[in-house]
């Protein structure tokens, strides 16, 4: 079954205490980004990746990072986690370049950072 | 920088009703429009999707228009029905580019 799996779904933390999200695709696609949901502001694109080793910034990356060491996975690192970081995240992933096709999502990770 | 503008926020019809959102977008090298539906709780899947070469798609009760000389398109859901609600979010992006724009999303209620 394709799959977009990240982890954690949800987690709490708190101020600075460093933490990755997980995510993983088992579709061999090229592309993957990360995105953060906030009320009234939708879906902002904080990095993505066309293939392994190649990443650039979105439209949202400060005080996140990524890697893409393997084209199955694409974590992303919250070095010293701030409360403005409290959202709802997700991972997408399309087989070539965006506007190709369809944005396949994860299942979201929630956030909170007290 | 690129911007996707939707409207309204929210939306609130009875079912069987007809529904429109509607998108403005300013990168004039976008050519492909998607739209997602976001149940509460679950992650955003599309819907229908439109290429500038193309003025409408229909799937069903589902439809979307594009205009591409105003820069605006828009979803077209008839004979609503319950399960229509959640949050709906265009998009817009160019073929081959690396960013995908969404607007802020309309959140669709369908009173039975």
């Known amino acids: 079954e394709a799959q977009v799996t990240q982890n954690p779904r949800y987690l709490i933390t708190v101020t600075g205490k460093k933490l990755t999200v997980t995510c993983s695709q088992n579709?061999?696609?090229?592309?993957m980004s990360w995105y953060r949901q906030d009320p009234g502001l939708g879906l902002r694109q904080i990095y993505y990746s066309m293939n392994v080793e190649v990443t650039d910034k979105g439209d949202v990356p400060e005080g996140y990072k990524v890697s893409r060491k393997e084209k199955r996975n694409f974590p992303l690192i919250l070095e010293s986690p701030s409360p403005n970081q409290t959202s709802l995240y997700f991972c997408a992933t399309t087989p070539g370049a965006v506007g190709t096709g369809e944005l396949f999502f994860g299942e979201g990770s929630r956030l909170t950072v007290l | 920088g690129e911007n996707v503008e939707q409207h309204p926020s929210t939306l609130s019809v009875q079912e069987g009703d007809s529904a429109v959102i509607k998108c403005t977008y300013s990168?004039?090298?976008?050519?492909?429009f998607p739209w997602y539906k976001q149940e509460l709780g679950k992650r955003p899947q599309l819907i229908i999707d439109?290429?500038?070469?193309?003025g409408e798609k229909k799937d069903q009760r589902i439809a979307v228009t594009l205009n591409k000389t105003a820069k605006h398109f828009s979803l077209h859901i008839t004979e609503t029905q319950p399960e229509d609600s959640a949050v709906y979010f265009c998009?817009?992006?160019?073929?081959?580019?690396?960013?995908?724009?969404f607007g802020a999303g309309t959140r669709l209620f369908v009173k039975a």
């Open positions: 998009a817009a992006s160019e073929t081959g580019g690396f960013k995908t724009i």
């Open positions: 579709m061999n696609h090229e592309y």
């Open positions: 439109i290429r500038s070469n193309v």
């Open positions: 990168d004039s090298a976008s050519n492909y």
